[in-house]
């Protein structure tokens, strides 16, 4: 198989970020994979990494918070290493399905329990902002 480059996916251990990197990786992608998961779901974790890998293409995964400013910053730098240094293509895609968020109402309920400014902005941080992180 050919391959095409590099898709990075943030959130590609589940749903919609696992099936694009599954779909992907049989078109001819390698696969920059951030997730966080706890150890009770690595295995499947793991699973999805060596059916990537059985399609003929790299499977690189990092379990750690994609969010967060240090976590990215290594991530990219490791990426240039693999994808420049040893001539191994380009990032060609980048997927954005990083969810986190709780269930709080955003206005006070009878018990005046309501989601917090800082909850919030954690939210907004981590599945709208750190797109436009990761993409520059």
Known sequence: MTEKGWAV??????????????????????IFGFHLDRRSTMPKVDALKAEIAGLG??????????????????????????????????VRILLHSLAFGNLLPYFPDENDRSVSKRQLEMT?????????????
Do not use: K, P
């Open 9 to 30: 996916i943030l959130g590609v251990s589940s749903g919609f970020g696992a099936a694009v990197a599954r779909q992907l990786a049989g078109d001819g992608f390698s």
């Open 57 to 90: 293409v790299r499977a690189e995964f990092t379990n750690a918070n994609a969010a967060d400013a240090e976590v990215m910053e290594e991530a990219v730098a490791a990426m240039r290493e693999v994808v420049g240094s040893r001539g191994l293509g380009s």
């Open 124 to 136: 907004f941080d981590v599945m709208a902002h750190s797109l436009i992180y990761w993409t520059r």
